[in-house]
């Protein structure tokens, strides 16, 4: 089946620098990418998704890469501030997510210092 | 409704204690997924249904876990003789079909003592 890795576990930036998330998956007939962030306590909440048609995806400060050769996507947050602090998931599922459940990474604990 | 609704946002049980956890899901939504949260862990996969149908319970760790969804909308998931490795966050998620545009519930927090 689908395994996910994701690094780092932790990570610290300042206010306004960028943070990059990686993950990895192992099935190549998996085909979407979704970015969940969840803030203590709370439920994870979608901030971006990408399918394997595309090679990039942005939304204001965040953007998504994906390279399906090598199997492996990022997040990528630019101007980061305090509220960006979260753990932030990566997810991988087949059939376009038309289908089927998601197969979660670990986490990354994102702290933004001001 | 507007969100996933889960009840209740926190369980104690007792070692051996059976319970029941409910989702309520956005209206209207066709899928249904339960997952488990350790702390410090993503979600883990439980179970999934497509309307009444259950079509993947791959993931309940044991015979102790069981799921239903009978009339299409309300889920339960019910654990027997829990046990402290039940202890865990456990998130619904529904979706208008599979895993594009999951839509979490704020989850119910199982501790067993």
């Known amino acids: 089946g689908e395994n996910v890795e994701q690094h780092p576990s932790t990570l610290s930036v300042q206010e306004g620098d960028s943070a990059v998330i990686k993950c990895t998956y192992s099935d190549s007939a998996s085909n979407y990418f979704p970015w969940y962030k969840q803030e203590l306590g709370k439920r994870p909440q979608l901030i971006i998704d990408?399918?394997?048609?595309?090679g990039e995806k942005k939304d204001q400060r965040i953007a998504v890469t994906l390279n399906k050769t090598a199997k492996h996507f990022s997040l990528h947050i630019t101007e980061t501030q305090p509220e960006d602090s979260a753990v932030y998931f990566c997810?991988?599922?087949?059939?376009?997510?038309?289908?089927?459940?998601?197969?979660f990474g670990k986490g990354t604990k994102l702290s933004v210092k001001p | 409704g507007a969100g996933v609704s889960q009840s209740p946002r926190y369980k104690v049980a007792k070692r051996g204690q059976d319970v029941a956890l409910r989702c309520d899901p956005i209206s209207g939504h066709v899928s249904l997924f339960w997952y488990q949260q350790a702390l410090g862990q993503g979600p883990e996969f439980l179970t999934y249904?497509?309307?009444?149908?259950?079509?993947?319970k791959s993931g309940l760790p044991s015979d102790r876990f069981f799921a239903e969804r009978p009339e299409g909308s309300v889920s339960t998931l019910k654990i027997q003789r829990t046990q402290q490795e039940d202890s865990a966050v456990y998130l619904c998620?529904?979706?208008?079909?599979?895993?594009?545009?999951?839509?979490f519930g704020s989850g119910t927090r199982l501790t067993v003592v």
């Open positions: 998620a529904s979706s208008p079909g599979g895993a594009f545009g999951y839509t």
């Open positions: 997810a991988a599922s087949m059939y376009g997510g038309s289908q089927g459940n998601l197969i």
């Open positions: 249904f497509q309307n009444e149908a259950q079509l993947d």
């Open positions: 990408i399918r394997s048609n595309v």
